[in-house]
């Protein structure tokens, strides 16, 4: 059965996905000239379209409009590529921003059931507050900063990082796939993470992709649109943002500011010698952070010119691009950074006692098998 669809949808449905026509044939098991002819004609037959829809992660219904929906980010973009706003977000960013708020709509629900207050915290240190003040308020809520932390490498330390946030009442999620779906990896290109704020359940996404190097960034920069009460999508970039996008400016300088305090930097510089590299190797050591991180606040310290810091900077991370990647590891070990160890305890919990069916429990963990979900509470310490 052959069906004629708008042209420009299908175009459309392509772009959305981020895909080439040569890419797009290679999914649909065709040559690049059927793709072009599709696009130019818009007649295939309803097997055809129903992969289309499929292999670009469209509902099947929004081929057959006449115009492609007005697809909007339900929170402020502030993501830019270079000095221009970001593109169409993708169907990947939308589901994970989607799934994100349907899970922590549930958690909101739980805690309000329980008559949990709001966390004070929440929208504390608003965008004007001085950098310094806001970066001071992350670190006593938290009890937590990396230069205190036990571990030796940058994934145990954010591990640690979560935690503490956690422990605060923040659902801290780091995933770098669209739920458990291998296939669908998340680009760091195209973001690095979001908040989420709510003055019950605040929830912050760090693009478990993108590079540990770059992750704990990222997630102090999300944790400071939670103090700012600012909810938002970000890209962050090389940290460096124009001082007109007043909220980005903020957050990123706090997240500096908590991971290397620029006075204490100051002090310790004037004690420390050796080459360049030699000074960010020793001050990579003691706070605990990445060499980007360093050498960001080696600029905001007027040690470098921005020229030497973009040079630096971008060096830094051609070579975390050559580092091997590792794998996914063990599925139920990796589930709690995927999903929030405190939303699923919360969840699993719920739905041991009876209070949240199966059904629903199993939708929000992107689970489909219940061998999946024992096997999982188990991990979580739960007796199933």
């Given at each position: 059965m052959t069906i004629d669809l708008q042209p420009h949808l299908l175009e459309w449905a392509r772009l959305r996905a981020r895909l080439t026509e040569e890419a797009l044939g290679e999914k649909m098991g065709v040559q690049v000239e059927k793709v072009v002819d599709w696009e130019t004609s818009g007649r295939l037959t309803l097997k055809q379209a129903e992969k289309l829809a499929h292999v670009t992660y469209t509902p099947f219904g929004y081929l057959f409009l006449p115009e492609p929906p007005d697809e909007k980010l339900p929170i402020p973009d502030f993501r830019t590529v270079g000095s221009k706003p970001a593109v169409r977000p993708s169907p990947d960013l939308l589901e994970v921003i989607y799934q994100s708020q349907r899970r922590q709509e549930w958690f909101r629900e739980y805690?309000?059931?329980?008559?949990?207050?709001?966390?004070?915290?929440?929208?504390?240190?608003?965008?004007?507050?001085?950098?310094?003040?806001?970066?001071?308020?992350i670190r006593r809520e938290l009890r937590f900063h990396p230069s205190t932390s036990c571990e030796n490498t940058l994934d145990g330390v954010i591990r640690e990082f979560s935690e503490a946030a956690e422990a605060a009442g923040i659902l801290v999620v780091r995933a770098g796939i669209v739920g458990n779906n291998t296939h669908r990896k998340l680009d760091p290109e195209e973001f690095r993470g979001f908040a989420l704020v709510d003055a019950h359940a605040p929830l912050v996404f760090v693009n478990g992709a993108d590079f540990k190097a770059a992750q704990i960034f990222t997630l102090a920069h999300e944790l400071a649109h939670v103090w700012a009460g600012e909810s938002a999508l970000s890209n962050l970039d090389d940290t460096l943002v124009p001082e007109q996008q007043r909220v980005e400016w903020f957050c990123n300088a706090v997240a500096a500011e908590?991971?290397?305090?620029?006075?204490?930097?100051?002090?310790?510089?004037?004690?420390?010698?050796?080459?360049?590299?030699?000074?960010?190797?020793?001050?990579?050591?003691?706070?605990?952070?990445?060499?980007?991180?360093?050498?960001?606040?080696?600029?905001?310290?007027?040690?470098?010119s921005k020229k030497e810091f973009r040079g630096w900077y971008e060096s830094r991370i051609e070579a975390y691009r050559k580092e091997p990647?590792?794998?996914?590891?063990?599925?139920?070990?990796?589930?709690?950074?995927?999903?929030?160890?405190?939303?699923?305890?919360a969840l699993i919990a719920s739905t041991l006692e009876g209070k949240t069916l199966f059904r629903e429990a199993m939708?929000?963990?992107?689970?489909?098998k219940m061998s999946t979900f024992r096997e999982f509470a188990r991990t979580l310490k739960f007796s199933v």
């Amino acid at each position: 059965m052959t069906i004629d669809l708008q042209p420009h949808l299908l175009e459309w449905a392509r772009l959305r996905a981020r895909l080439t026509e040569e890419a797009l044939g290679e999914k649909m098991g065709v040559q690049v000239e059927k793709v072009v002819d599709w696009e130019t004609s818009g007649r295939l037959t309803l097997k055809q379209a129903e992969k289309l829809a499929h292999v670009t992660y469209t509902p099947f219904g929004y081929l057959f409009l006449p115009e492609p929906p007005d697809e909007k980010l339900p929170i402020p973009d502030f993501r830019t590529v270079g000095s221009k706003p970001a593109v169409r977000p993708s169907p990947d960013l939308l589901e994970v921003i989607y799934q994100s708020q349907r899970r922590q709509e549930w958690f909101r629900e739980y805690l309000l059931g329980d008559e949990q207050p709001v966390l004070s915290m929440v929208g504390s240190t608003p965008v004007g507050t001085t950098v310094t003040t806001a970066a001071a308020a992350i670190r006593r809520e938290l009890r937590f900063h990396p230069s205190t932390s036990c571990e030796n490498t940058l994934d145990g330390v954010i591990r640690e990082f979560s935690e503490a946030a956690e422990a605060a009442g923040i659902l801290v999620v780091r995933a770098g796939i669209v739920g458990n779906n291998t296939h669908r990896k998340l680009d760091p290109e195209e973001f690095r993470g979001f908040a989420l704020v709510d003055a019950h359940a605040p929830l912050v996404f760090v693009n478990g992709a993108d590079f540990k190097a770059a992750q704990i960034f990222t997630l102090a920069h999300e944790l400071a649109h939670v103090w700012a009460g600012e909810s938002a999508l970000s890209n962050l970039d090389d940290t460096l943002v124009p001082e007109q996008q007043r909220v980005e400016w903020f957050c990123n300088a706090v997240a500096a500011e908590y991971l290397v305090p620029l006075a204490e930097l100051k002090e310790r510089l004037g004690r420390l010698v050796g080459s360049p590299e030699q000074v960010v190797e020793a001050l990579r050591r003691h706070y605990r952070v990445s060499e980007l991180v360093i050498i960001r606040r080696l600029y905001d310290a007027g040690m470098i010119s921005k020229k030497e810091f973009r040079g630096w900077y971008e060096s830094r991370i051609e070579a975390y691009r050559k580092e091997p990647k590792s794998s996914g590891g063990d599925f139920y070990k990796s589930q709690p950074n995927k999903i929030g160890r405190r939303f699923a305890t919360a969840l699993i919990a719920s739905t041991l006692e009876g209070k949240t069916l199966f059904r629903e429990a199993m939708s929000l963990l992107d689970m489909k098998k219940m061998s999946t979900f024992r096997e999982f509470a188990r991990t979580l310490k739960f007796s199933v």
